[in-house]
């Protein structure tokens, strides 16, 4: 049924309990369909929480009923609100565990978890205590391995010989025998324990003291590995009894190792059409002999490795199953459940030995199964009262499925009404007086039912029957039904909607008729008319469209200036008052050129001088000068004559000018604000980290490292990232001669220097 969160939120609460520790909070609340009871009163409670030494709260929230049960975090002093359900998680440190909450001083369990309802103020604390420890002692005797589990925060965690671990836990151990080996027997401080008959490689204990367990392990009965392939055609499957005394089945594909002299059901399933051609065995001392009463069956005992294959050739393969239905019903469903799924046969077919065939009967109305007559050979069963019946096919079989006149069929009726009661009653056949139904009681199939619904001070919100909702019966409090199956009833009440705050809303465009203003619900595109009534809070779009030789002067609501719309022809408004919305036109002025502004520098200031030019006309252009869209202008730096410093880059507005590169001048066209910028380097320059170990410098090629402990490795790389060379430095000096000029990245010890030569 719909609508049941406060049943599940209650639910849970309980679980979580019995989960996280003894003796823990259970919070039992009546739940609204508003919420949590008290939680729309206004209330809220002052709820401090702390945790102790050793561990931390690492959660701390209530989930708010009031906005679709959204969790709300909550910090130690907060206010929450009345009859709101909180959530606390603690997790203790290392070697620390859960000793107590308290809740106002009273114990609450020792779980990872609490969940108080807050119907007074609240004062939350968690202690934590370091438990007691023994150790761990554990080894293995024989072929194999062995491995250690115990439980820690909810995980199971691995541990190792000789580990301490807290007094009280359950320790397991999982031994993994070699192929051939088997567990003997378990010794657990020096007395010896038989291993357990489903699962002798598994030992659990309770840690209550130091304790050393060995696992012993003997050499089993050899098992050999056996191998299904198959042709086309068809598929196969194998079966036997495993040392466990557990059915298995494998099947193609499959190698699995078997114990020896376990006794194999090898079966060949043809697919319809087809029959078994060959069967072939690698096996050099197990003949492989089909069965004389199964072509599609061959038992094995198992004496050593063998792959065992079967192929399939067209022919009539199998059994005869023939099925009919008597008078007032049919068989609905036949299907034969091959390794590929249930397939559908028709009555006379032949199907495989072995496999299982299912039939489903439908009677006729008014009508139930009496018996099925299933004859195979010469033995004769009955099975009464099953609508599906299966089997298996052992040889040619006749099945056969009766019908009887059967009694009325009842069904439960059942409903759930929130915010309201219902009644449901009817006449029975012949009869004046009505019948009042139960909750759940049933009734007799083609019954007619009314049911009346009394919402109380509450409007009728919805129906819905057998989860489907009834649209048309939306504020309907009687109705009737005709039961035709289990049937179930969900209705809600509610409060009737109040009507929603409306404001008018008129406009218009200044000069009348010049152009054409149109308003629309922002969120469903829907048009308002001018002075229609919107509700409150509604977004609303205004659009002007205005023709050429007019432009938008201004926005004005209520007569006053609308600044946030300036001159955009599209605004958004939200309303929350009567609204009188006008656009203000003007004739539009000759249009004037589009200007940019261009601003210009050098970096290092000083260093050079840049001059910027119009391309057409060579007029000189002052830096920050406004430039009509479109002009080309020419940017030209002199550096001077003798200056160390040499053009490393153009900048565009803070981006490299990749097509300038290192030209002394460029060429650009204005289509925005330009900021231009030559950027300078010192061609002979070494540029250290903000905290260095040395002092590097460079002089006539020489890279000099003052500093530096012998010795030293260094590594000096290109831009690209390339090696150009490494050296183990005996000395403060190295020689860049070789070098080409270019910049470079000087590593030594992690530091990096940027080298420019």
Request: aromatic share 8%.
């Amino acid at each position: 049924m719909k609508r049941i969160l406060p049943l599940m939120l209650t639910l849970l609460t309980m679980v979580l309990t019995a989960l996280t520790g003894t003796a823990q909070e259970t919070a039992v609340t009546n739940y609204t369909r508003q919420g949590t009871a008290g939680a729309d009163s206004g209330e809220s409670y002052k709820v401090t929480y702390e945790a102790g030494t050793g561990g931390k709260i690492t959660k701390a929230s209530y989930q708010n009923p009031t906005a679709a049960w959204q969790n709300v975090d909550v910090q130690s002093g907060d206010m929450v609100p009345a009859g709101a359900m909180m959530e606390l998680n603690a997790e203790p440190d290392e070697g620390y565990e859960i000793d107590q909450w308290t809740i106002n001083g009273e114990p609450r369990g020792n779980g990872f978890m609490i969940f108080p309802t807050v119907n007074a103020a609240l004062d939350i604390k968690v202690t934590f205590k370091k438990p007691a420890t023994h150790k761990v002692h554990f080894s293995l005797e024989g072929n194999g391995t062995i491995k250690g589990l115990y439980p820690k925060n909810g995980w199971d965690t691995e541990f190792y010989d000789g580990d301490d671990l807290p007094e009280g836990v359950l320790v397991t151990f999982f031994v993994t025998p070699d192929n051939d080996y088997e567990v003997d027997k378990w010794v657990v401080n020096g007395s010896e324990e038989a291993p357990d008959r489903d699962f002798p490689h598994i030992l659990r204990k309770t840690l209550t003291e130091e304790l050393t367990v060995k696992a012993v392990l003997k050499k089993g009965t050899p098992k050999y590995n056996v191998s299904l392939g198959v042709g086309e055609n068809g598929s196969i499957r194998g079966k036997f009894v495993d040392e466990t005394g557990a059915n298995r089945l494998f099947f193609e594909g499959s190698n699995i190792p078997i114990q020896e002299g376990t006794e194999l059901e090898i079966r060949a399933i043809p697919n319809l059409g087809y029959m078994v051609d060959q069967w072939h065995t690698t096996a050099e001392n197990t003949p492989l002999v089909p069965s004389p009463d199964d072509p599609n069956l061959c038992v094995v005992t198992v004496t050593e490795p063998m792959a065992i294959y079967v192929t399939f050739k067209e022919g009539e393969s199998g059994y005869q199953v023939n099925y009919e239905a008597g008078e007032h019903g049919t068989i609905e469903k036949a299907v034969v459940w091959l390794p590929d799924g249930a397939t559908p046969f028709e009555s006379g077919q032949s199907l495989p030995a072995g496999q299982r065939v299912e039939f489903t009967a439908k009677p006729d109305k008014g009508y139930e199964v009496d018996q099925w007559l299933v004859k195979k050979g010469n033995n004769e069963e009955t099975f009464t009262g099953i609508t599906e019946f299966q089997t298996e096919i052992e040889g040619k079989m006749d099945v056969k499925v009766t019908f009887k006149k059967g009694a009325p069929a009842q069904y439960p009726v059942s409903w759930t009404v929130e915010g309201g009661t219902l009644e449901a009653k009817y006449k029975a056949q012949g009869s004046e007086e009505w019948t009042i139904i139960d909750n759940g009681g049933r009734v007799t199939e083609g019954t007619v039912v009314t049911l009346t619904v009394d919402p109380g001070d509450n409007e009728i919100k919805e129906w819905y029957i057998n989860n489907a909702l009834m649209e048309e019966l939306a504020g309907v409090n009687e109705t009737t039904i005709t039961v035709e199956g289990e049937t179930e009833i969900e209705v809600l009440c509610a409060p009737a909607t109040p009507q929603p705050k409306t404001y008018k809303v008129t406009y218009s465009v200044s000069p009348k008729d010049q152009a054409t203003l149109t308003v629309t619900d922002a969120k469903t595109k829907e048009t308002i008319a001018s002075g229609a009534d919107v509700v409150e809070g509604t977004e609303i779009t205004c659009q002007v469209t205005i023709p050429e030789g007019w432009e938008l002067e201004k926005w004005t609501i209520g007569g006053t200036d609308y600044t946030e719309g300036a001159k955009e022809s599209t605004i958004t408004l939200t309303v929350d008052k009567d609204l009188e919305i006008q656009a203000v036109l003007q004739k539009q002025s000759e249009p004037q050129p589009t200007t940019y502004k261009v601003t210009y520098s050098v970096s290092p200031k000083d260093q050079a001088t840049l001059t910027v030019t119009d391309a057409k006309t060579k007029e000189a252009i002052t830096s920050g000068s406004k430039v009509v869209e479109g002009t080309e202008i020419t940017c030209q730096l002199a550096i001077p004559e003798g200056s160390m410093w040499q053009l490393e880059k153009w900048t565009i507005g803070g981006k490299d000018y990749t097509e300038g590169a290192k030209k002394s001048t460029i060429t650009l066209t204005v289509d925005k604000d330009l900021e231009i910028q030559a950027v300078l380097l010192d061609h002979t320059s070494v540029a250290a980290p903000a905290e260095t170990h040395y002092v590097v410098s460079l002089q006539d090629g020489e890279l000099m490292i003052q500093g530096l402990t012998t010795p030293t490795p260094i590594y000096l790389y290109s831009t690209a990232g390339e090696l150009m060379l490494s050296r183990l430095m005996e000395t403060s000096v190295l020689s860049l001669r070789a070098l080409p000029q270019g910049v470079y990245f000087l590593v030594v010890e992690g530091q990096v220097y940027k080298v420019i030569k």
